[in-house]
């Protein structure tokens, strides 16, 4: 017997090939999409030795915007249908440049908001007709409040929780669950240039944990580590005349 049916959209994502590996062990077909096929193929080679039952991989470059129609339909029928859809893909872009560039910065909002709202409101119309399953999609605790150090990434993210957040109202309906995962600081490529380590930065595993119980739960919205709800609290009930002397 095969497990759950899940397609991870940004295939070879740290976090993404964290949760594919939580899904292996449930013998779960997965269908993983990414732009880069060898890497793809070294992650379906560890996914079937942990148990995943059948593993397909399909190329896509999500900033390509004209083509998420087709993509969200060939990770639909690779199964016939999905149970799991788990959008995680992204960029952290430099924030400097951004400010400098409005070309860097179009870039930086298409990945990681037109790109993935385009592509969650896609995979919906599929949902809804089958009347079941969970869509999820990883924005960010950066998308809680603009801050001057990181806007247009916290714009981009700020405006997918509230895609998501509309997609759910809509989807209750047709009993398809939305789950938005704010991550805090995860290691990952993403933030190899950053200092890490402390309490505050994550391992992806421990946040794939964290998004494969969300998803099981059918919750709406997951702060990971627990933690960063907090956090993000105190952040977004700051008085804006203190917050302007921060330099988050
Ligand atoms: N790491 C953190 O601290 C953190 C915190 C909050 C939220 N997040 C979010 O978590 C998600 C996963 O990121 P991660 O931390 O796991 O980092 P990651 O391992 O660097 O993953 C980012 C992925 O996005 C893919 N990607 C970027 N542009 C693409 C494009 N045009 N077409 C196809 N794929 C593209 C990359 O593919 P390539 O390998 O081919 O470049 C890579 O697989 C992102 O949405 C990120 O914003 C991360």
């Known amino acids: 017997m095969s497990g759950p049916r899940i397609a ?23 269908v ?6 060898a890497a793809l193929e070294r992650d379906r080679a560890d996914l079937l030795v942990r148990g995943a039952a059948q593993v397909e991989l399909q190329q896509a470059d999500f900033a390509a915007l004209d083509g998420l129609s087709e993509v969200a339909q060939a990770a639909w029928s690779a199964f016939g249908g999905l149970d799991v859809a788990l959008v995680a893909y992204g960029s952290l872009p430099d924030q400097a440049a951004c400010a400098a560039s409005a070309d860097t910065a ?6 990681n908001f037109n790109s993935p709202a385009l592509l ?6 599929h949902f ?8 999820a999609a990883i924005s960010s ?16 993210k700020g405006g997918l929780q509230r895609f998501l957040e509309g997609l759910r109202h809509r989807l209750h309906a047709a009993g398809v669950a939305v789950l938005d ?5 995860v290691s990952t490529p993403m933030t190899a240039h950053l200092p890490q380590g402390g309490p505050l930065w994550a391992t992806p595993e421990k946040v794939a944990g964290d998004v494969v119980a969300a998803i099981d739960r059918r919750k709406a919205v997951l702060y990971t580590p627990w933690f960063w709800r907090f956090i993000l609290l105190i952040v977004t009930s700051l008085p804006r005349p203190i917050f302007h002397k921060s330099k988050l």
């Open 141 to 156: 605790v950066a998308g809680d409040r603009g801050r001057q150090s990181n806007y247009v990434y916290g714009a981009a």
């Open 8 to 30: 991870i959209l940004g295939g070879n994502s740290a976090i993404g090939v964290a949760v594919a590996r939580r899904y292996a062990d449930r013998k779960a077909r997965v």
């Open 181 to 185: 995962i704010r991550p805090g600081f």
């Open 32 to 37: 993983l999409v990414g732009r880069d096929l």
């Open 106 to 111: 179009a870039a930086a909002l298409a990945l």
């Open 128 to 135: 809804e007709a089958q009347r079941a399953g969970v869509i």
């Open 120 to 125: 969650v409101g896609e995979l919906a119309n």
